[in-house]
């Protein structure tokens, strides 16, 4: 068999030139609508305002759609036919929560109270937070994170956050588990694998743990404290940012450039988008609510053993001297420990009772922000990274919930709230 000869360098690109010729097909390159956005999208003098329109425009849709579900359906069902008809029909109910049976305090909750934030029971506030506050808020957020993942912004509001993440040891891959993280915690800590070094991954993942709150905690913010939920994220966000920086100097480790692909802009198809949805809202109920309802046993039992009351005598003097607020605060963030929306609902309730001020109630919704992550975070935490990184992770949050707790008091104070 007669070997064949071996082509030359110039008759290689010959051929290239050759079968290019016959398969490539050449035309005018339209400019269009698509390719106006992404560029306008991407470049810091017009993809700034870009991006601040998109994020306004998502906490707007956010607040109309959780507050026409909570404030609309939720509240008058479950405060004026729901808990008034739970109340009369359930046995062993006594004048006040101490007379009334066990059962009755873990289930109902107080026989006095006339909203399912106050109450307290596993059938009141627990089913209350649950599908009346934080489901509509869960649905609200994954929507708008779907419609920004399918159609190919969340790329290049990485590239924009790039420089800024940078400042603080991170790239702009951060803001996506960041994103991630203001939907749920979970799912963020996991996120946080697209970072590519060691050091990258421990900061992400503490900073969310300790500064980022949930959709399910902003959606209860919400309900109490409107007109302040913007002010405490900016000071969450200002948290995350000052800490990061410290952890970017006392880490070692390297902080690599982003590299990252830019897809064209694309229309979300309404069956992936309703097929993810679908799937973030089952993983929510599957995992929240049974931290729900677990985290109000556990604390009706704390406080009906006595541990809750003991508690708040030891720690009395930190929280009213150096936090301002009252001992009360102690459930809530025992509370905090299981799920962290159900805890500033146990807020609530103290204010609503007359126990905590404006000023207290937003020191205690900050303590509770940058207190422990909630027992899934916690774990994932631990899974991700392991006992050491876990147990430096907890040294961050201790010092962050100090500092940024007496800082918070410090300000309401001046501000005279």
């Not at 960041?178 to 993942?205: D, H, W």
């Not at 109000?296 to 809750?308: A, D, E, F, M």
């Not at 422990?372 to 201790?398: H, N, Q």
Request: with cysteine.
């Amino acid at each position: 068999m007669k070997a064949k000869a071996r082509l030359s360098v110039d008759e290689r690109w010959e051929l290239v030139d050759e079968i290019s010729k016959r398969v490539v097909l050449r035309g005018k390159y339209k400019h269009t609508l698509k390719d106006v956005l992404s560029d306008l999208s991407v470049r810091p003098a017009t993809g700034i305002p870009f991006m601040i329109a998109v994020l306004y425009g998502f906490w707007m849709f956010f607040g109309a759609f959780a507050g026409f579900f909570t404030d609309g359906l939720a509240v008058p069902f479950f405060d004026d036919h729901y808990l008034p008809a739970l109340q009369g029909a359930f046995p062993g109910a006594g004048p006040t929560m101490a007379e009334s049976s066990p059962l009755y305090m873990i289930l109902v909750g107080d026989p006095n109270a006339t909203n399912c934030f106050e109450a307290f029971g596993v059938l009141t506030s627990a089913l209350f937070v649950a599908f009346g506050v934080v489901l509509p808020a869960i649905v609200a957020f994954y929507l708008i994170l779907t419609i920004l993942e399918d159609c190919g912004y969340l790329p290049r509001l990485a590239t924009l956050a790039d420089t800024v993440l940078h400042k603080i040891g991170l790239h702009g891959f951060a803001i996506v588990p960041t994103i991630l993280s203001l939907g749920c915690n979970v799912p963020a800590v996991y996120g946080c694998r697209v970072l590519e070094t060691k050091k990258q991954r421990f900061m992400m993942m503490t900073l969310l743990g300790v500064f980022i709150p949930c959709a399910a905690q902003i959606g209860i913010m919400r309900e109490l404290i409107p007109q302040y939920t913007g002010l405490i994220l900016i000071y969450l966000f200002f948290g995350f940012f000052a800490m990061g920086a410290l952890l970017n100097k006392l880490i070692p480790g390297r902080s690599p450039e982003i590299l990252i692909d830019v897809p064209p802009y694309r229309s979300p198809q309404r069956s992936n988008v309703l097929r993810k949805l679908g799937l973030r809202v089952r993983h929510f109920l599957k995992t929240a609510v049974p931290f729900v309802i677990l985290g109000v046993v556990v604390v009706n039992l704390l406080y009906w053993t006595g541990v809750i009351d003991w508690l708040s005598r030891v720690t009395e003097p930190l929280f009213v001297v150096w936090f301002g607020v009252p001992a009360a605060t102690v459930g809530a963030l025992v509370m905090a420990f299981m799920r962290k929306d159900m805890a500033v609902g146990m807020l609530g309730g103290l204010a609503s009772a007359g126990v905590l001020s404006t000023g207290q109630l937003i020191t205690s919704v900050v303590l509770v922000s940058i207190y422990f992550p909630c027992l899934a975070t916690f774990i994932m935490i631990w899974k991700e990274g392991g006992t050491r990184d876990l147990l430096k992770s907890l040294g961050v949050l201790a010092t962050s919930f100090f500092v940024f707790g007496g800082l918070m008091h410090a300000i309401v104070t001046l501000a005279g709230v």
